[in-house]
């Protein structure tokens, strides 16, 4: 099992370029979620995916949406980077509702110019 | 608004030392209380985690402490090793079970464990 993998793992873009953060898992967990890690500032959650079909937001989800896809893979979207989205994003995702555990990806550093 | 407080902001201990990493919480209706361990270009991993019906929960060297009435818990990690050095996040959630789980972080701690 390669547990939760997240793509790319770095990227560099410019302001007001759009990308996707891919993550995908293949421990058929039900929830997935994403989060945005600044210094100082802990993990803060930007969207999650209660289940297949279903996307609620976070703390923080201005400039951010969000795909589930299937029940393997949940995408983010910028469509619009800004600097303030500078970042280093991680992906988790938890098995269902007899577990509290959340699996966390390898994460992706963007940079915003 | 910060609803999980964690101190200290960084900690740095000689081996064998006794860490201990304090958070404080808000809000009443949160139910579990996970530990995470980070480190440098990874992604976290659950450490330990308890429930408030519990005062104390121990797992190999790491203990945490419990207290539901001051609304605080702390992590201690007992004969510290160098590789325990990483930063740690206490967190909390609500809904614990339920669909709509989703944690709420501190801002971590960076651990330095010097041989």
């Known amino acids: 099992n390669a547990g939760v993998t997240q793509t790319p793992k770095f990227q560099v873009l410019k302001t007001g370029q759009s990308m996707t953060l891919q993550c995908a898992q293949d421990m058929n967990h039900n929830s997935m979620y994403w989060y945005r890690q600044d210094p100082g500032m802990g993990l803060r959650l930007i969207y999650y995916s209660a289940s297949e079909g279903t996307t609620d937001k976070g703390e923080v989800p201005n400039g951010y949406n969000v795909s589930r896809l299937n029940k393997r893979e949940f995408s983010l979207r910028l469509e619009s980077a800004a600097p303030s989205q500078t970042s280093v994003y991680f992906c988790?995702?938890?098995?269902?509702?007899?577990?509290?555990?959340?699996?966390f990806g390898p994460g992706t550093r963007l940079t915003v110019l | 608004q910060q609803q999980v407080k964690q101190s200290p902001q960084s900690l740095i201990v000689q081996k064998g030392g006794i860490p201990i990493i304090n958070c404080a919480y808000e809000?009443?209706?949160?139910?579990?209380f996970p530990w995470y361990q980070q480190f440098p270009g990874k992604g976290p991993a659950l450490l330990i985690a308890?429930?408030?019906?519990?005062s104390e929960k121990k797992e190999g060297r790491f203990t945490i402490s419990f207290n539901k009435s001051a609304k605080q818990f702390s992590l201690h990690i007992m004969d510290s090793q160098p590789g325990d050095s990483a930063t740690y996040f206490c967190a909390a959630s609500m809904d614990s079970g339920g669909s709509n789980y989703k944690l709420t972080f501190g801002k971590g701690t960076l651990l330095t464990v010097n041989p």
């Open positions: 809000n009443t209706a949160f139910d579990y």
């Open positions: 988790a995702s938890r098995r269902d509702t007899l577990s509290d555990t959340q699996y």
């Open positions: 308890i429930r408030p019906d519990v």
